[in-house]
């Protein structure tokens, strides 16, 4: 009888010291654990993670295939479709529903097109995309319903700052800078009346705050030029832009106009191989005689404009002057363009043309060796020299307005005063070279 009771109380004993070992060393499940263990198993729905659907043009492309290039030369619409499984009596109606939307014979090489298709084995398209420019896209649906729609793209406008030192030229330190030769322009139409911008000198100073056209991130174009600062011989110009509600202008502190009733150069920002002279030794003809005009060296084929208002007097090829206009702008003023390779469309005698419009194309027809315009100008039927005229200002600010005007002007001062300038890179390294020597 001992034997057996000492016998269960061992057994008892070692379950005892069993489960305390177990207790111990094994993982404890808490109730907080046993559902978290359930939900690895039961998924909750509602706690599912949700994916945003792929958006391309407005349109969902998750499940399609998506397929992006660019217009190869002399490519066309129909070629492209009927790669992607599009027949070609499909393509016929959607030139025919396209016309009064984009012409699909105007695709442009180098464009960018994109294809959205069924994921079948062919690949077949259901929508393309055109991009005709930066700011347009065109959507070609391609199913049993065709349509086309042009769809414009959001435009942001940002304000910049440009500041910098002149070592060499304007266009070159402005190119440094990272500007577009279209803002080096719209810069010097501002002061084409108060600086001459073909003798600047080393170490004139400018500043500019002008618009950024952007889309998606992308820089489209430049608007418009907010306010300048520029030093020129140690002179201090400012510019201020303004719209008294007839167009763009720019003004002086004192609310004068900074424009003339002519623009002073006839192309965009170039350089002059030849001034106005008495006695040039002429290239062709090999003998000296009097140069009336100032010869701006530029590209073939690039635009010509009108300095101002006026209407054509002539329009016409002559055996010296090649493809040439002539405009009388009023009873004092009359300009004229020589050796232009053409003569653009719809410029003839008689026509009215606007201040900057385009009349012609840089060339080098009749007595000329190399491209270039040769422009005249002639005040009270006198030819003078076209870059030493002196022209009126158009209409200062107008007293109704000039207590807002002063007030955009005096902010736009004091953010070009307070914008710096960059550093030099000479001053950087020359700054690194004593640290390093220190060092």
Not at 21 to 32: A, E, M
Not at 143 to 164: P, Q, Y
Not at 337 to 352: D, E
Request: glycine content about 6%; charged content about 25%; aromatic content about 10%.
């Amino acid at each position: 009888m001992k034997k057996i009771t000492w016998g269960i109380l061992g057994v008892i004993t070692i379950a005892s010291l069993s489960y305390l070992i177990l207790r111990n060393f094994s993982p404890i499940i808490t109730d907080r654990d046993e559902t978290t263990l359930a939900s690895d198993v039961v998924t909750n729905p509602l706690n599912a993670i949700k994916h945003e659907p792929k958006i391309l043009y407005g349109m969902v492309v998750d499940s399609m295939v998506v397929i992006e290039d660019k217009i190869k030369r002399n490519q066309n619409l129909s070629e492209i479709l009927n790669a992607y499984n599009v027949s070609f009596q499909k393509i016929h109606t959607l030139a025919k529903k396209a016309k009064s939307v984009f012409d699909v014979r105007k695709v442009v090489p180098n464009r960018k097109y994109t294809l959205i298709c069924y994921p079948d084995s062919l690949n077949t398209a259901k929508t393309m995309v055109y991009e005709p420019n930066p700011t347009e896209y065109v959507i070609f649906n391609l199913e049993d319903s065709i349509t086309v729609e042009k769809v414009e793209k959001e435009v942001i406008t940002v304000e910049r700052e440009l500041a910098g030192t002149i070592q060499m030229s304007l266009a070159v330190s402005m190119d440094e800078l990272g500007a577009s030769p279209q803002l080096t322009n719209n810069f010097v139409d501002v002061f084409a009346w108060q600086i001459d911008f073909f003798r600047l000198q080393k170490g004139d100073k400018f500043k500019i705050v002008y618009e950024e056209k952007q889309v998606e991130g992308e820089t489209i174009g430049i608007g418009q030029i907010k306010g300048v600062y520029f030093q020129h011989y140690g002179h201090d110009y400012y510019a201020y832009y303004y719209d008294q509600g007839n167009g763009i202008d720019y003004f002086d502190e004192e609310g004068n106009s900074l424009r003339k009733a002519l623009l002073k150069y006839p192309l965009d920002f170039t350089r002059i191989s030849s001034r106005y002279s008495g006695r040039r030794y002429h290239p062709v003809q090999k003998r000296y005689k009097a140069h009336r005009g100032t010869d701006f060296a530029a590209a073939r084929g690039t635009p010509i404009r009108a300095v101002g208002d006026g209407i054509i007097l002539e329009a016409r090829y002559s055996k010296y002057n090649g493809n040439y206009v002539k405009l009388k702008h009023n009873a004092t003023f009359t300009t004229q363009y020589l050796h232009m390779s053409k003569i653009a469309s719809g410029i003839r005698s008689g026509t009215r043309v606007r201040q900057g419009q385009t009349i012609g194309y840089v060339g080098s027809t009749g007595l000329a060796t190399g491209n270039h315009l040769c422009y005249r100008f002639w005040k009270n039927g006198v030819q003078i020299d076209a870059l030493k005229v002196q022209l009126p200002p158009s209409e200062p600010i107008q007293e109704i307005n000039f207590e807002d005007f002063n007030q955009v002007m005096k902010y736009m001062k004091k953010q070009l005063d307070e914008m710096p300038y960059p550093i030099p890179v000479e001053t950087l390294l020359a700054k690194n070279d004593s640290e390093n020597k220190l060092g």
